[in-house]
């Protein structure tokens, strides 16, 4: 049996698999834990982004005091507070309708590479559907079942652990390495 390499692209969503499961995993565990640990991660993109801008800015214009290095500073700053203060806490809120757009997301795509794109993987197809229905159903009973609200972090986390299992799944498929 010979190894298979893998490519950028499979190493890329391998990675934000296993990001996604961590998360996942720490907002089902606990809810304080996943607040952290999702609002360290968001800040941390937020202020990477920042250093980005004004890293461009230094390359580019040997100078900070300009709209990107100004955006970055402020970025940073940004990234920074919602790590401190744990702004994650707002994102519950979103947490309905997230699940709704994502499952939506996963329906149409599901489709799409069935019919459009002529991907004859059943497995994928299916897979796609039951996590989009769920977590379609998941947001729908969210925004109408009084107190389920506080649930929203956990089943959160649920439909983030099941869709990185998915994703790692599918990159380690046979015919997903067999390129």
């Not at 230094?58 to 790590?83: D, E, Y």
């Not at 203060?85 to 069935?114: C, E, Y």
Request: proline content about 1%; aromatic content about 10%; some cysteine.
């Amino acid at each position: 049996m010979e190894k298979k390499q893998l490519n950028g692209v499979q190493m890329r969503g391998l990675v934000i698999a296993y990001i996604l499961l961590v998360t996942g995993i720490l907002l089902s565990c606990s809810i304080s834990y996943g607040v952290r640990g999702l609002s360290f991660l968001i800040g941390f993109s937020i202020s990477i982004t920042g250093l980005l801008y004004v890293t461009n800015s230094v390359r580019t214009k040997k100078s900070i005091a300009n709209m990107h290095g100004m955006l970055g500073m402020i970025l940073i700053a940004f990234g920074i507070m919602f790590i401190v203060n744990q702004m994650a806490v707002i994102i519950t809120g979103f947490i309905p309708w997230g699940l709704i757009a994502i499952g939506s997301t996963l329906l149409i795509d599901a489709f799409l590479i069935k019919f459009i794109k002529k991907d004859a993987s059943t497995s994928k197809f299916v897979g796609e559907l039951i996590i989009g229905a769920a977590s379609i159903a998941l947001g729908i009973c969210l925004k109408v079942i009084s107190g389920f609200l506080s649930y929203a972090p956990m089943m959160l986390g649920i439909v983030l652990i099941v869709y990185a299992v998915f994703m790692i799944f599918n990159i380690f498929n046979k015919k997903a390495c067999a390129e």
